[in-house]
């Protein structure tokens, strides 16, 4: 695969893109990894498929939506699950990451907007209920799957929770994993993943 | 397969649940129906993965989350891709329509609590702006591609955007797709299939 087959745009940010990112460094897979600013997010806008980022580009075609790519990527460098079942488990697992980080989103514009009352108000809803109702049964299926969230093995769900993570401690502040050990386990043997160690090492630094 | 072995548990609406009964007959596969009240929902959902309905019981092992669910029966009754790109355009497009749905929830909100200057300001937005921007462009695709979301064929993508079109219909009472006669030659096209014609004919009438 020549580097100019595939090709990642997205912000100068982390967020919805990283998943892609660990996915092609795992498989060794080569990609331009465009980064834009704003001014240039609302040249390329009218021309992308549906107005959002991140975009994926491979051998011309474009196509956004970042689950759908990642679950694309994701059979790419063979993480997906072995049979119909395990991607369909792999697949509600990831919407349901996707829903927690959803949940964040009125705390991330509270927070934007300084408004510290709500902030406040939320970050406590979140922090005693969102975040152990979803952690702890996290924490349960990967406790019973020995280590991942899907049988023994390393899939792309994994993948996608431990970036999630990062988010979910860039918006709060804080180590959202701090009380599930078996949950930080899972993140740290990810992020040890040689490729995937060698890219978190030389990756643009960004809060988000 | 027997009847026992699939069972779909909701509320007795289309709404979530209804491209999966689509999905079920149009491949002739029994299923139990389960329509359950808030009570019986009340006393289920401690038991459930995630607190979510509707729920997909295959052979004993219940998994939430509605795409996902409705993804594996896509490829369970060979409505997927031809290969992983045509997946991926399929999977990428389904979020997409799910988002336009999700867009449509501030207003069922506003319905609900019968706040009637929210609704009108909310609806003038989603007609003037929300709908026109996705259904112009979904458009252009099934023109391109001969009536169909993915190259000249049928795909759960269709059917997904089928049972969708009936929720924005529901909440908005009207029919959004009356300026668009290729989307709705489509939905025609769909709910025309033998199979899911005779479920529209005998299944339960709810408004959504």
Same mark, same amino acid.
Do not use: C
């Given at each position: 695969?020549?580097?100019? @087959?595939?090709?990642?745009?997205?912000f100068n940010m982390? !967020?919805?893109? &990283?998943?892609?990112?660990y996915l092609l460094?795992?498989?060794?897979?080569?990609?331009?990894? !465009?980064? *834009?600013?704003?001014?240039?997010?609302?040249? =390329?806008?009218?021309?992308?498929?549906?107005? &959002?980022?991140?975009?994926?580009?491979?051998?011309g075609k474009v196509?956004?939506?970042?689950? +759908?790519?990642?679950?694309? =990527?994701? #059979?790419?460098?063979?993480?997906?699950?072995?049979? %119909?079942?395990?991607? =369909?488990? *792999?697949?509600?697992?990831?919407?349901?990451?996707?829903? =927690?980080?959803?949940?964040?989103?009125?705390?991330?514009? +509270?927070?934007?907007?300084?408004?510290?009352?709500?902030? /406040? %108000?939320? #970050?406590?809803? *979140?922090?005693?209920?969102?975040?152990?109702?979803?952690?702890?049964?996290? %924490? !349960?299926?990967?406790?019973?799957?020995?280590?991942?969230?899907?049988?023994?093995?390393?899939?792309?769900?994994?993948?996608?929770?431990?970036? @999630?993570?990062?988010?979910? @401690?860039?918006?709060?502040?804080?180590?959202?994993?701090?009380?599930?050990?078996?949950?930080?386990?899972?993140?740290?043997?990810? /992020?040890?993943?040689? !490729? *995937?160690?060698?890219?978190? &090492?030389?990756?643009?630094?960004?809060?988000?």
């Amino acid at each position: 695969m020549t580097s100019t @087959n595939i090709k990642l745009t997205y912000f100068n940010m982390k !967020s919805l893109a &990283e998943t892609m990112r660990y996915l092609l460094k795992y498989g060794n897979i080569e990609f331009i990894d !465009s980064r *834009i600013d704003g001014e240039e997010w609302s040249a =390329l806008k009218p021309n992308t498929p549906f107005g &959002e980022l991140p975009l994926y580009e491979e051998n011309g075609k474009v196509v956004s939506q970042s689950v +759908a790519i990642i679950r694309y =990527l994701g #059979k790419k460098v063979n993480l997906a699950g072995a049979d %119909e079942w395990e991607d =369909l488990e *792999i697949d509600a697992l990831v919407d349901t990451i996707k829903d =927690l980080q959803i949940k964040l989103i009125p705390y991330a514009h +509270a927070k934007m907007a300084d408004n510290k009352e709500k902030q /406040e %108000e939320l #970050k406590q809803i *979140i922090l005693s209920e969102t975040m152990p109702y979803y952690l702890k049964k996290f %924490e !349960s299926i990967v406790i019973e799957n020995n280590g991942h969230f899907i049988k023994d093995k390393l899939t792309w769900a994994d993948i996608y929770f431990t970036t @999630n993570v990062d988010i979910y @401690n860039a918006v709060l502040d804080m180590d959202v994993l701090e009380k599930y050990p078996d949950l930080l386990k899972l993140k740290n043997k990810v /992020e040890e993943i040689p !490729s *995937i160690k060698a890219w978190i &090492e030389v990756r643009p630094e960004t809060e988000f």
